[in-house]
């Protein structure tokens, strides 16, 4: 009898079910559970298992670079970072209600980690999620072979329900960029959420793209609904090379501290950053 139920599962294609079923048997007679009750539970277990797996693909599809959970970042390392602003994002209301988000700030501070961290929240509350950087979807769009499939291509950066843009700024970009991303922001905007890094303030971006009219139409669709997130402070990356410059016969001093003067000088500058609003209003300044 077990084992034709185990084939009436597997055909069934109820294979989460079918691995608890035992385990549910048991506790069925054991605390004289319901036809109702028992029915429940197996179900639910159902359920979980397809959940699982609908996540392990989308987090397969979205492509991350270096997934890490939200739980793993180290917040007390930069305290330029809000955690209730980040753990507020983290609900996904931004996706739901189609806003955009934009973190700027130096290299090496975690703006990578935090989009990818929260791209994965997004694929928990089962939303489809895709990650790019921009050097991804310059080569996507611009590579000879694309040409022909634009309409498709254009079709997968339209269709997730969070479309994020990593990257932005590392160096400058290709001609024809400002059209590939305005096409993708113009089409998205009050529709679908797009999130983006950048390590460059706003009126580069013009420079950036070489095509200052593309990057004020990109800024004046992205920023109207977006959350912008600045900012400042030292490199995930060159604490430990910080931490070794400390300790007592460390060789290496001189650079760790060259290091640390040039990191010291990047923070000044991220801290002067102009405001969202006015950096925005430059760029169509430029324009003209």
Not at 87 to 109: H, I, S, W
Not at 129 to 147: G, K, N, P, Q, T
Not at 231 to 242: D, F, K, M, V, W
Request: proline share 3%; with cysteine.
């Amino acid at each position: 009898m077990k084992d034709t139920l185990q084939t009436t599962l597997r055909q069934l294609r109820l294979s989460g079910l079918a691995q608890t079923l035992d385990v549910r048997l048991q506790e069925a007679a054991g605390h004289s559970l319901s036809h109702a009750e028992f029915l429940e539970l197996i179900l639910q277990d159902e359920l979980l298992v397809r959940n699982e797996r609908q996540i392990d693909r989308r987090v397969k599809g979205a492509q991350f670079r270096d997934l890490k959970p939200l739980d793993q970042f180290d917040f007390a390392f930069n305290p330029s970072i809000h955690k209730k602003q980040i753990f507020d994002l983290a609900t996904c209301r931004f996706v739901r209600e189609g806003r955009d988000v934009l973190l700027l700030g130096p290299p090496g501070t975690g703006k990578s980690f935090l989009v990818q961290a929260l791209g994965l929240q997004a694929i928990k509350q089962g939303f489809v999620v895709l990650y790019r950087s921009i050097f991804d979807v310059v080569r996507d769009f611009l590579h000879e072979e694309a040409v022909a499939e634009n309409d498709k291509l254009l079709s997968r950066y339209l269709k997730p329900d969070l479309l994020v843009i990593d990257d932005m700024g590392m160096k400058q970009l290709p001609r024809r960029s400002g059209e590939v991303l305005f096409e993708i922001i113009m089409r998205r905007y009050e529709t679908k959420s797009t999130m983006m890094t950048s390590n460059r303030p706003l009126e580069d971006w013009g420079k950036l793209v070489g095509d200052v009219p593309s990057a004020t139409a990109i800024l004046d669709r992205f920023l109207h609904h977006a959350e912008v997130i600045t900012i400042t402070g030292r490199s995930y990356r060159l604490r430990n090379q910080a931490a070794a410059a400390k300790e007592p016969g460390a060789n290496d001093s001189k650079p760790a501290m060259a290091l640390a003067g040039a990191e010291a000088e990047s923070t000044g500058r991220s801290a002067r950053q102009r405001t969202v609003r006015s950096a925005a209003s430059q760029a169509t300044t430029c324009e003209t």
